[in-house]
């Protein structure tokens, strides 16, 4: 059954004007995230935010499940040939001279730091 | 003296009618008198404000002030200020004092506009209410349970707390907070205003902006922040025109309908309101055009899609080491990252920070990320095709008088506002009826750096009707009048 979920989600336009009305695909789509997307991969997908998830982890799952099936319908649209667009200007970088343009501003910079101490930022202990 | 325009404001201190002492002075008085009930700032700036204002009187005393020199103004809380408190409405941020001016900022402070204070915003700008900010939420002065939107600025310079304010619009929150308080909105152009010192959210999406009791207002500001930012490398080089230089009429101007934007309205009084507006534009002599926008309904989701990828990519900078919240006693590097992020940031955040990472996860990065940015070239190129046959588009700023009810359905909502930034176009929203208790708005999207002649569309606009001075004659009714 999942395996039917993920075909259909990764190549939804095989469905197209086959059997299933726009309505029902949208459900299986919604149940087939709802089945694949477990709380271990809530609990991998916190770990790559540095998260740790809180007690209601079954609502943000329920929650997030919701708004990957949005992110999922996106591809009923054949995008095929259309270059991604990252950002609205294309123009690339501005170059300038290389040059100092900036005084040494790191007292100012470290004086808002939780912990610092000669000039470096401390942490926890990394290595023994 | 707070129902006065900028210009009006202006006038007064060139003339000595009044010191920018003693305006800085009433401002910061209607602060202390409402801003509890309001909670519309984080930061009041009072030592600032006066020191400001009274080195604008001294350049004004001497003759060499700019018209904009000793009016007060307020910057939403993303904008960094100097030695000022600056934290995007994020417990994360909340002991973060700025060590620089943003470049929006340093721009009207050389102007010497007295800034009165930081104003409350959905936390990180990442939701569609105040009610996700650390400070709680921040009430509609013409009734505490209508919307007010993810920028407290709308409620300041609605209630009469700052003569105008600055704003940043990533997903239309500046528009719609706007709208919500029947003010002037303006999103410009995407590089048109550096972002430089504006914390980062969704970067290629969000622009800063101006929330403005009229078009007038913002024109005369926007004409100060506009620019080429070297610190800024989205920043673009372009040609400043006047944005005062106001026509007699709207004769020869093409404004475009999108049906596909039009279907979109669900509440028939938003589409009367539309329709007004068309024909209050023609009779300035503006000709209407049809245009076709067929991406439009993939719009909404592929920009949810990119500004949570955006947000997540970007907010991964708070680590609890430079600046910011730290934990209490982390037990090693990684407790630290998790439990100061875990700790600091908010409900809304999260959500979004653990959908972007999906949206860019190897296993989605195609069908996901880069299927929502080559819908953003189809939507950009929806755009540059109806301005070949067009000068402006005019549409509705929100789709329903309601609030939507649930997390995803309330960033859905947006859908008619976020088709400018996905093109990275310049929009301004504006009053344009009334439904019961709600001011209605509308939008105009221009080409890009056209600013000048959207922001003159829309003077026209208020010169010929008074949809932009309801809510200031209902406010009168009001505690805060």
Redesign the interface.
Known sequence: MVNYFTFLRAKPQFFDGFLLGKELKFLIYLVGVRVSFQPSDLKKLAGLVALNLDSDADKLSADLAQTFAIFDSINELDTNGIAPLVNPIERGAFLREDVVTQADQREQYQAIAPQVEEGVYLVPQVIE | MHKLSLKQLSEQLQTKQITSVELTKYFLARIEQHNQELNCFITVTSDLALEMAAEADKQLAAGNSHPLTGIPIAHQDSFCALGVKTSAGSKMLD???A?YDAEVVAKLKALQMPILGKTNMAEFAAGVDTNSSFYGKTINPFGENLPVGASASAVAVAAGLAPIATSADADGTLRQAAANCGLVGIKPT??AVSRFGLIAYAS?FEQAGLIAKTAEDAALVLQQMVGFD?KD??S?QFDTTDYQAWTQDLTGLKIGFAKQLDEEVEDAEILAAVEQAKAELQKLGATLVEVDLP?QK?AA??H??LT?AEA?SNL?RY??????Y?CEN??????????S??EA?GDEV??R???????L?AQ?YD??Y?????????V?QDYQQAFANCDLILAATRSGCAEPEG??AKH?AKSLLVGANM??APAISLPAGQAGDLPISVQLIGQNFSEAQLLNAAYQFQQATDFHQIQATKLQATKFA
Request: aromatic share 14%; charged share 25%; no cysteine.
């Open positions: 002991n973060f004092v060590p995407y590089g290629s070297e490398s989205t673009e991406h993939y989701r592929a949810y899609l949570s997540s991964s680590d609890g080491v430079r600046y910011g730290r982390p037990q090693d590097l990684e407790d630290l990252y998790k439990r992020r875990s940031f999260k959500h920070l653990l959908a972007g990472a999906f949206a996860s989605n069908k996901h880069l299927q929502a940015q080559r819908i953003r070239r189809l950009q997390f995803d859905l093109a990275g």
